[in-house]
């Protein structure tokens, strides 16, 4: 089937007025008929209404792995703030921290899923050996649970 061809039948089922309407805008206000496009311009519009299906998992991988990152960042930054690592609306003493006593010894944004994932981990066990150590009286864990305690006074 002719590129031509193949993009009327794309075409068929829309109104002509918005087949001319991104034509239209497609070619930079040149033409607009299908006819009258170029072959270059007909191939990039197919490419646009018919993506190669592996491009579109290959997209979708990407999506998913932005998603999980951001998930991830999200989860670690509400670990921190629970542990006290790092203060409501002040990333200054967190990427401190990350810099200095991270895993990695870089700022959050420069980790790949699996650091993250590994970050998470060092920060649950941060967040283990908190609470096992605000048991004991006068340490910087129990220093920082009392001050909780007290401010919900």
């Not at 270059?40 to 991988?61: F, M, N, R």
Request: overall charge positive.
């Amino acid at each position: 089937m002719k590129a031509h061809e193949e993009l009327k039948s794309i075409f068929i089922h829309r109104k002509n007025i918005d087949v001319a309407m991104e034509i239209f805008g497609f070619t930079g206000q040149r033409t607009t008929i299908i006819d009258e496009l170029t072959e270059e311009e007909v191939l990039k519009l197919l490419k646009i209404h018919c993506p190669i299906p592996s491009e579109l998992e290959s997209e979708c991988e990407q999506l998913k792995s932005e998603i999980f990152r951001k998930k991830l960042i999200s989860n670690i930054l509400v670990l921190a703030e629970k542990t006290g690592i790092k203060k409501a609306n002040d990333f200054y003493d967190f990427n401190k921290w990350m810099i200095q006593s991270g895993k990695f010894k870089k700022h959050l944004n420069a980790h790949s899923v699996e650091e993250l994932k590994e970050v998470y981990k060092q920060l649950k066990a941060v967040e283990k050996s908190n609470t096992k150590s605000a048991g004991k009286p006068f340490t910087k864990a129990w220093w920082y649970k009392e001050g909780k305690r007290k401010a919900l006074n």
